[in-house]
């Protein structure tokens, strides 16, 4: 994650933070999803389902899921 670029149109150099990240369910990790969170990169990662169903079995406290932006 620390090694990303993003291609500049025209003269300059390359952007060191994209405005939004698309990702596989690999990179499904709390860590990953804070990461991005607090650099204010909007990210789409789906969630795995070992993931989702520990959730739902630790109830309430296992928080909401996590919000895609369409």
């Not at 607090?38 to 520990?54: K, M, N, V």
């Amino acid at each position: 994650m620390n090694a990303r670029r993003v291609e500049r149109i025209g003269p300059g150099r390359p952007r060191t933070r994209p405005d939004h990240v698309i990702a596989d369910k690999g990179y499904s990790t709390r860590a990953i999803r804070y990461h991005l969170r607090r650099l204010g990169i909007a990210h789409t990662i789906p969630e795995r389902s070992d993931l989702q169903r520990h959730r739902r079995n630790r109830g309430p406290p296992g928080g909401r899921p996590p919000t895609f932006n369409n």
